[in-house]
């Protein structure tokens, strides 16, 4: 029993040594130089600045693509 035992150990330190000299490979991407060409849009920007007596200002920006698409973003700041 004292050998099947020892045997086994001394197989399992043999396979975790050989675990430990395996090689590492080591795989490296290198994209190549993309040149994306996006097609001249025309859009429309609108912008709207509106201060109150209270001291707060609201400026509005609003940017229209030349499909129709319509974003606005508002900021809005207090003193």
Do not use: H, Y
């Amino acid at each position: 029993m004292r050998t099947s035992l020892l045997a086994g150990a001394v197989l399992g330190s043999l396979f975790a040594a050989q675990a430990a000299t395996a090689q590492t490979t080591v795989i490296e991407r290198r994209g190549a130089d993309v040149v994306v060409d996006r097609p001249a849009t025309t859009s429309t920007t609108r912008v709207e600045r509106r201060e109150s007596s209270d001291g707060c200002a609201t400026k509005s920006v609003t940017k229209t693509n030349d499909m129709g698409d319509r974003k606005t973003v508002t900021k809005e700041s207090c003193d």
